[in-house]
Protein backbone atom coordinates (compact mmCIF):
# COMPACT_ATOMS: atom_id res chain seq x y z
CA UNK A 1 0.00 0.00 0.00
CA UNK A 2 1.40 3.41 -1.30
CA UNK A 3 -0.18 6.76 0.33
CA UNK A 4 0.63 10.43 -1.43
CA UNK A 5 -0.05 13.20 1.27
CA UNK A 6 -0.35 17.34 0.01
CA UNK A 7 0.70 19.86 2.70
CA UNK A 8 1.15 23.41 2.34
CA UNK A 9 -2.11 25.36 0.65
CA UNK A 10 -3.48 27.72 1.97
CA UNK A 11 -4.95 31.51 1.88
CA UNK A 12 -2.64 34.07 0.21
CA UNK A 13 -3.03 37.58 -1.46
CA UNK A 14 -2.57 38.01 -5.12
CA UNK A 15 1.74 38.31 -5.81
CA UNK A 16 2.42 36.31 -2.92
CA UNK A 17 4.11 32.12 -2.48
CA UNK A 18 3.55 29.40 -1.63
CA UNK A 19 5.18 25.58 -1.19
CA UNK A 20 3.16 22.58 -1.47
CA UNK A 21 4.57 19.41 -0.66
CA UNK A 22 4.17 15.48 -1.29
CA UNK A 23 5.25 12.84 1.43
CA UNK A 24 5.00 9.41 -0.38
CA UNK A 25 5.03 6.78 2.14
CA UNK A 26 4.56 2.62 2.21
CA UNK A 27 5.79 -0.21 0.72
CA UNK A 28 7.92 1.86 -2.00
CA UNK A 29 10.80 0.15 -4.16
CA UNK A 30 10.67 3.29 -6.51
CA UNK A 31 9.24 6.24 -7.70
CA UNK A 32 9.06 7.54 -11.49
CA UNK A 33 7.44 10.27 -13.11
CA UNK A 34 5.72 12.57 -9.99
CA UNK A 35 3.28 15.42 -10.84
CA UNK A 36 1.14 18.13 -9.25
CA UNK A 37 -2.36 18.73 -11.15
CA UNK A 38 -5.39 20.85 -9.94
CA UNK A 39 -8.53 21.27 -10.16
CA UNK A 40 -10.97 24.36 -9.80
CA UNK A 41 -14.34 24.56 -9.12
CA UNK A 42 -16.12 23.54 -12.35
CA UNK A 43 -13.38 22.61 -14.38
CA UNK A 44 -11.53 19.30 -15.28
CA UNK A 45 -8.47 18.29 -13.47
CA UNK A 46 -5.31 19.85 -15.68
CA UNK A 47 -1.64 19.23 -15.50
CA UNK A 48 0.57 21.89 -13.89
CA UNK A 49 3.87 19.84 -13.52
CA UNK A 50 5.64 16.58 -13.37
CA UNK A 51 9.07 16.19 -13.12
CA UNK A 52 10.73 12.31 -13.53
CA UNK A 53 13.17 10.47 -11.43
CA UNK A 54 16.46 11.76 -13.08
CA UNK A 55 14.85 15.43 -12.43
CA UNK A 56 13.29 16.55 -15.86
CA UNK A 57 10.64 19.07 -15.31
CA UNK A 58 7.58 19.89 -17.42
CA UNK A 59 5.42 22.60 -16.35
CA UNK A 60 1.78 23.81 -18.38
CA UNK A 61 2.22 26.95 -20.08
CA UNK A 62 -0.05 29.38 -17.69
CA UNK A 63 2.20 28.35 -14.65
CA UNK A 64 5.80 28.74 -16.66
CA UNK A 65 7.83 30.94 -14.85
CA UNK A 66 6.34 31.42 -11.59
CA UNK A 67 6.08 27.55 -10.11
CA UNK A 68 8.98 25.44 -9.64
CA UNK A 69 8.63 21.34 -9.19
CA UNK A 70 11.61 19.61 -7.28
CA UNK A 71 11.91 16.34 -5.81
CA UNK A 72 14.05 14.85 -2.99
CA UNK A 73 14.46 10.68 -3.89
CA UNK A 74 15.75 10.18 -0.57
CA UNK A 75 12.99 11.41 1.19
CA UNK A 76 10.16 10.33 -1.68
CA UNK A 77 9.10 14.00 -1.26
CA UNK A 78 8.10 16.36 -4.02
CA UNK A 79 7.56 20.38 -3.68
CA UNK A 80 5.85 23.24 -5.95
CA UNK A 81 7.13 26.40 -5.14
CA UNK A 82 4.90 28.53 -6.18
CA UNK A 83 5.67 32.65 -6.77
CA UNK A 84 3.47 34.99 -8.35
CA UNK A 85 0.24 33.94 -7.63
CA UNK A 86 -3.24 35.04 -9.25
CA UNK A 87 -6.71 34.41 -8.18
CA UNK A 88 -6.71 32.00 -11.05
CA UNK A 89 -4.50 29.73 -9.72
CA UNK A 90 -7.36 28.79 -7.11
CA UNK A 91 -7.37 25.04 -6.96
CA UNK A 92 -7.32 22.35 -5.25
CA UNK A 93 -3.56 20.86 -5.75
CA UNK A 94 -3.11 16.99 -6.19
CA UNK A 95 -0.08 15.13 -6.29
CA UNK A 96 0.50 11.98 -8.32
CA UNK A 97 3.22 9.65 -8.82
CA UNK A 98 3.82 6.48 -10.66
CA UNK A 99 4.99 3.64 -8.00
CA UNK A 100 6.74 0.68 -8.06
CA UNK A 101 5.53 -0.92 -5.04
CA UNK A 102 6.94 -4.38 -3.21
CA UNK A 103 8.65 -5.60 -7.12
CA UNK A 104 9.38 -4.15 -10.53
CA UNK A 105 6.30 -6.10 -11.30
CA UNK A 106 4.30 -3.96 -9.53
CA UNK A 107 3.56 -0.75 -11.07
CA UNK A 108 0.95 1.35 -10.45
CA UNK A 109 -0.55 5.39 -10.32
CA UNK A 110 -1.53 7.05 -6.48
CA UNK A 111 -3.00 10.08 -6.28
CA UNK A 112 -2.95 12.16 -2.62
CA UNK A 113 -6.20 13.40 -1.34
CA UNK A 114 -5.53 17.27 -2.31
CA UNK A 115 -4.34 20.65 -0.57
CA UNK A 116 -6.63 24.07 -1.19
CA UNK A 117 -5.13 27.09 -2.48
CA UNK A 118 -6.88 30.08 -2.77
CA UNK A 119 -5.59 33.62 -4.04
CA UNK A 120 -7.80 36.27 -3.09
CA UNK A 121 -7.07 39.87 -1.56
Known amino acids: QVQLVESGGGLVQPGGSLRLSCAAS????????MGWYRQAPGKQRELVAT???????NYADSVKGRFTISRDNAKNTMYLQMDSLKPEDTAVYYC???????????????WGQGTQVTVSS
Open 26 to 33: GNILRINT
Open 96 to 110: NAGVFSGTLLNYAGY
Open 51 to 57: ITSEGMR
